[in-house]
């Protein structure tokens, strides 16, 4: 076999040949430790700067937490809704039967049914049947009470005929319409009474309904009532 060749170079030594297949290493010495740092530096600081320009972003564009007129705008207020108020009592049982009677509560806030009857004092003004109910807070003479007078018609034209007559010469002290799930159903009138009692009145359909007692809780009572 012949020997390699050399080379010469004009104003140099003389340098071997590769030889041929021979890898070409001059290119791929091992990269340094702190290269490799310098690398993780520099992409650590462009995270930082990313980061930096979101929470800029964030804090002066959108939501604007940072900005001073932000910092200005008042707190959501929070509305906290009290629990409707039990009965202390358990109502008595029913005396009537017909659905109607069945329909009409036998609690309402925080009073309870002490006493159901049927009445005969709409009945001249053409009420299918009528009930008197007294509902009250507690046992004894003390307790607070509310007088429900309800009652029944074959049309709410003849219900509303007959709410009008139990008016007739009263002074209310408010008058607004009675609607259920956005649609008008009658009417509510309320009429002030003696030593701090009231009356309210309301036709609901074919059912007429006057609830008398304390003027603060009549009120109450009929915003309750489910009729």
Avoid: K
Wanted: proline share 9%; hydrophobic share 40%; glycine share 8%.
């Amino acid at each position: 076999m012949g020997q390699p060749t050399s080379s010469r170079t004009p104003h140099g030594p003389v340098r071997p040949r590769d030889a041929v297949g021979a890898s070409d290493r001059r290119h791929t010495r091992p990269v340094p430790p702190a290269v490799y740092r310098r690398r993780r530096l520099v992409v650590l600081l462009g995270l930082v700067l990313v980061v930096g320009l979101v929470v800029t972003l964030l804090a002066l564009v959108w939501p604007g937490f940072a900005r001073s007129d932000a910092q200005g705008e008042p707190a959501p207020t929070v509305t906290v809704t009290a629990d409707a108020p039990t009965p202390a009592i358990e109502p008595v049982e029913r005396t009537a039967s017909t659905p109607f009677a069945q329909a009409l509560p036998a609690t309402v806030l925080d009073l309870a049914l002490r006493s159901d009857a049927g009445t005969d004092a709409w009945t001249a003004a053409g009420a299918l049947e009528a009930y008197e109910l007294v509902y009250a807070d507690a046992e004894g003479d003390g307790a607070t009470t509310v007088t429900v007078v309800a009652g029944q018609w074959p049309t709410p034209e003849e219900a509303e005929t007959a709410a009008t007559a139990l008016l007739d010469g009263a002074e209310p002290t408010s008058r607004d319409d009675v609607t259920v799930e956005g649609e008008t159903v009658g009417t509510v009138v309320v009429v002030p009474g003696d030593g701090g009692s009231a009356t309210v009145t309301w036709r609901n359909g074919t059912a007429v309904l006057q609830a008398t007692g304390p003027a603060d809780v009549v009120e109450d009572v009929y915003d309750a009532y489910p009729m």
